[in-house]
Every structure is written in C-alpha cells, then in structure tokens.
C-alpha cells in the first residue's frame, strides 16, 4: 500500500519532540507540506530542516498552544504559505502524576485547557476551511488513558476521555462532508513524557530504570513500549484516501494492553 499525500498540508501541535516531531516527519515523507508548533523555536528550526531536506515544505511556528490568542494567526499563517490547510494533528498534551486530593486545580485547568480545550479551538478554526475545499484530515493525539483509568492521573485521564468524546462528536458533525476526525491512543511510548513517569517511579520507589520502566510494561502483552514512529505510521495512514472510511474511531496502538 502507497500513500501519497503530495498536494496536502498538515499543521502538527507539539511538534519539537516524541510523537509529535516523527508525525511531522512521516507526513513529509508521504509528501505532505508541515507546520510544526511548539514551544521550543531551536528544536523546530531543527525540524524544518530534516523536513525540507526531505523534498516538502516546511515552516515553524514557536507557539504556547495554551494561549489561545496565538492560534488565529498560527491558522492562517500556515494557509497563507500554503494555500490551504488539509491536516490537523493535535498531539501537544501534558501531563503530571500526583494524588488525587493533592492535585492543585490550576494544575487540573492547564491540563484540560492543553489536552482537550486548544485541540477544540484547533478543530474550530480549521474545519471550516476542510469542508470549503471538499477533503480534511483531523487525527487527535489521545492515550489508552481514553478508554481506561490510571492511577494518580486524574487531571490526564479526564482530559483525554474528553479528546476522545469531542473526537466522536465532532466525527458525527463532518461525516458527511469529506472530513474524517479520529483519535490514536497509543500506551506507553518512548517520549520525554513518558520518561518523566519514569523519574518519577525511581523517585518514589527508589526502583532501578530498569525495574521502573518495567513495572510500566508488565502488563503489556508485547512486553515493550510503542516507539514514536510506530504512532506516526498510524497517523499517517489516518489521514491517507485509504483510511476515507474510517472516523469517529480511537484507535489504540499500545502493544495490546487494551482491547477495547
């Protein structure tokens, strides 16, 4: 199977690392133009560079997705060098592991407003132009945390049972207009993210690395995490002509620990 996204757009949320940055790069190595966001202008520098010298078209727009005041211009600036914008990939989230009465609400709010609120004004702003030009793309970056709880992780799991919710509805609204909206829900990945989790593990347990990354996959029936460019692969595929009956759907990508 050959996917070609040649002709196609593709804004990427948190961009400069993780599944984010090997998103950016399987969507150019398919033929896709990118912009890539994020808060760290260097590492998106970087990025652009590795895109372009893959054949397409890149631009970098340093942005706290959190402000939603920069999201207008981040649009439209990428519609402006490109003419037109084909695919939104919403995959900046955060996250922070605590106990549940210990958990600070503006903590509680930063997480929401990152995970579920910007990927919402995103979607609001870019769908309209989707459904102008008769064809669009909208893949939400969510977790196996959908579908499933974690412990001391409310403030995370709510925001992404929210994604996927917003991902269904939404996916209901543009079904009949050549817009295909769906969530990947990967599991454990090999991101910085992830490795925070690990820290934090040793930090609480006094585990070794190797005993804390274990404890995460013991459950896992690969017996490994999922590595960034296997989430990317299913993205692209997401937003490929071959995936055009597919929508409303999170699909996991997590080695099998949930089968739901």
Not at 3 to 22: D, E, F, H, Y
Not at 47 to 68: C, M
Not at 216 to 231: A, N, Q
């Amino acid at each position: 199977m050959q996917i070609n996204l040649q002709g196609k757009s593709a804004l990427v949320t948190g961009a400069s690392r993780g599944i984010g940055r090997a998103t950016a790069l399987a969507l150019a190595e398919v033929g896709a133009d990118v912009i890539v966001t994020a808060r760290s202008a260097a590492d998106l520098e970087t990025l652009v560079e590795e895109i372009k010298q893959k054949g397409t078209r890149a631009i970098a727009i340093p942005s706290d997705i959190s402000d939603f005041s920069s999201l207008g211009m981040m649009v439209s600036r990428g519609v402006a060098e490109f003419g037109h914008l084909d695919i939104l990939v919403n995959n900046a989230g955060i996250t922070q592991g605590t106990k549940f009465t210990s958990m600070d609400y503006e903590m509680w709010q930063k997480i929401q407003r990152i995970n579920v609120d910007a990927a919402m004004k995103l979607m609001q702003l870019t769908l309209d132009g989707m459904v102008s030009q008769g064809w669009g793309r909208v893949v939400n970056i969510a977790s196996i945390a959908a579908k499933s709880g974690l412990r001391y992780s409310a403030a995370y799991n709510a925001s992404k049972h929210a994604l996927l919710g917003l991902t269904r509805s939404v996916a209901l609204d543009y079904a009949t207009k050549h817009v295909t909206v769906n969530a990947v829900c990967p599991g454990w990945v090999h991101t910085e993210m992830v490795e925070q989790t690990v820290e934090n593990i040793i930090e609480k347990t006094g585990r070794s690395r190797e005993e804390a990354v274990a404890s995460l996959v013991k459950d896992v029936p690969l017996g490994r995490m999922v590595t960034s460019e296997e989430v990317a692969a299913l993205v692209v595929f997401l937003c490929s002509s071959q995936a055009a009956a597919i929508t409303g759907q999170g699909i996991n990508i997590d080695g099998g620990s949930v089968m739901s």
